[in-house]
């Protein structure tokens, strides 16, 4: 019923900058908070920070100051811009959000993941 798609990865060097994307699509009443995940090569998924559906922000400890999340309602579209990149920011990121979803004859509540965009950070 709900679809996120990331873009916006590739292989940079430290001290460079991008922007991730996530684009949503589907059928749902609602987007409601969105996150960010990132999986480092051999480690495990994590949280870089999240966003609600009022716009209000919060971010691991190793993003703070670096990365900034923002979303445009009207486009159903959350932006990852990520600063002064280091080599341990690489890894595959994943966007995810909570839709209420039309399903039937009515909503429901769906945790929805992207498919993942790798980003690359070279010394």
């Known amino acids: 019923q709900v679809q996120l798609v990331e873009s916006g990865g590739g292989a940079v060097q430290t001290g460079e900058s991008l922007r991730l994307s996530c684009v949503a699509s589907?059928?749902?009443?609602?987007?409601?908070?969105m996150g960010w995940y990132r999986q480092p090569p051999g480690k495990r998924r994590e949280l870089v920070g999240s966003?609600?559906?009022?716009?209000?922000?919060s971010y691991v400890d190793s993003a703070k100051g670096r990365f900034t999340i923002s979303r445009d309602n009207a486009k159903n579209t959350v932006y990852l811009q990520m600063n002064s990149l280091k080599p341990d920011d690489t890894a595959v990121y994943y966007c995810?959000?909570?839709?209420?979803?039309?399903?039937?004859?009515?909503?429901?509540?769906?945790?929805?993941w992207g498919q993942g965009t790798l980003v690359t950070v070279s010394s």
């Open positions: 995810n959000a909570e839709a209420l979803a039309v399903v039937g004859a009515g909503g429901r509540l769906l945790e929805v």
């Open positions: 589907g059928k749902f009443f609602t987007i409601n908070d």
């Open positions: 966003i609600s559906s009022d716009g209000g922000t």
